[in-house]
């Protein structure tokens, strides 16, 4: 049987996706950045199948933990498998196997890398079967984004730039940063985050949101060209909690902050006050948080991870 693979690794957003102009394309209510995390990856294959139904399994691998889908992120999968197919005029089925290196559904970004995996896997795949060219990384990306629409930046590293249907890498002094993500939590978000785009529209803070993240965009491009540590970190504290504040606001009103969550991040602070440098930290939407360091902060990195981290958390 013919098999093919592809791999793609999560990112983190500094500047929120958090709202959608068109549900269906997945196009963003507003540009977001992000920074690519290459230690936290999907893996997908591809088999031939006789007939015309597609299938998903748990892809698995030694020294990786047993990987499952619910029913419903299947159906998800497998849409976006046939919304690929249709691109190739494609009719005969596959076999899609797919894990995780990280815990999925808790706001580690698994659907981008996912999805991303699952795009480059499936482009590869089709092109040859169909003698079609392979199409370039811009349209891979924007393919994947109809998807999961923050897996569209997941094809550039270490920085992604999105805007409506423009996605591209961008340069910026911090090419080499120390990522980690604190694990607070390991248990399924009970608000997925396709649940939460759409919430958030009743907030009353949701109008301005787009305004409010361009600004924050344009203010952290201009901090890191100007390698101004600090104010990038007060920019990606401001814009996480922005994000954040609208889940609390809106009619139907819910957190992914746990106990734990607030007491890290006043610890963190407490590192920034302490030290007049730290992390720049920031949240996806669950209850973990991500944090970059520097290659010269190393050791700042090793004193909190073992001071406050081990024993507490997971650290990945």
Known sequence: ??????????????????????????????PSLSFTLDNLKSNVTLEASPG???????????????????????????????????????????????????????????????????????????????????????????LSRHGSGSSCRSFFSPWAL???????????????????????SHDIKSISSSKAHELIKTSPLYNKRPERATHNLEALLSAFREKQWAKA???????????????????????????????????LQAVWQRNGDGPIVTMDAGPNIHLLYRPDQAELARVFKQDVLIGNFDVM
């Open 233 to 267: 970190y007060d920019i990606c504290w401001r814009e996480f909690h922005d994000m954040h504040a609208l889940f609390t606001s809106c009619e139907q009103p819910f957190t992914y902050m746990t106990q734990q969550t607030l007491d890290l991040l006043d610890q």
């Open 162 to 184: 999105w805007d409506n249907e423009s996605v591209t890498a961008i340069e910026l002094p911090y090419m080499n940063l120390l990522h980690e993500v604190i694990i607070v």
């Open 1 to 30: 049987m013919q098999q093919w693979l592809a791999q793609a690794p999560a990112n983190i957003a500094l500047i929120k996706y958090m709202g959608k102009k068109n549900k269906e394309t997945n196009l963003p209510a507003n």
């Open 52 to 142: 015309k139904q597609d299938f998903w399994e748990p892809l698995e691998i030694p020294g990786i933990d047993h990987f499952a889908l619910s029913d419903s992120a299947q159906q998800r999968f497998l849409n976006h498998l046939a919304f690929l197919k249709a691109q190739f005029s494609y009719e005969k089925g596959f076999i899609v196997r797919s894990n995780n290196t990280f815990p999925l559904s808790t706001g580690l970004a698994s659907s981008a890398s996912s999805f991303a995996a699952l795009t480059k896997c499936a482009v590869l795949a089709l092109s040859e079967l169909t003698n079609q060219p392979l199409p370039s990384v811009e349209e891979m990306a924007r």
